[in-house]
C-alpha cells in the first residue's frame, strides 16, 4: 500500500512543479500544506453531522 502513493505523490509533484515556476519537486510543505488543509476541511464537514447524530436517541430514529 504505501509504494503507490509515494509514486503519485512523487509524480503529482514533479507535475505541479512543471505548472508553478517556484514550487520545486524537492520541496515537501507544499505537500504538507495541502494534505493538513483537505484534513482540516474533512473533520470540519463531518463535525455538524455526527454532533447532531449523537442527539438522536437510538429508539426514536429506529421507529421513525
Known sequence: GLP????????????AARVVTDLSGDNVWPAVL??????????????????????VKPVEALRQ
Open 34 to 55: 495541502a494534505t493538513t488543509a483537505m484534513l482540516a476541511i474533512a473533520v470540519a464537514a463531518a463535525y455538524g453531522p455526527a454532533c447532531r447524530a449523537m442527539r
Open 4 to 15: 503507490c502513493p509515494t509514486y503519485a505523490r512523487s509524480a503529482s509533484r514533479r507535475a
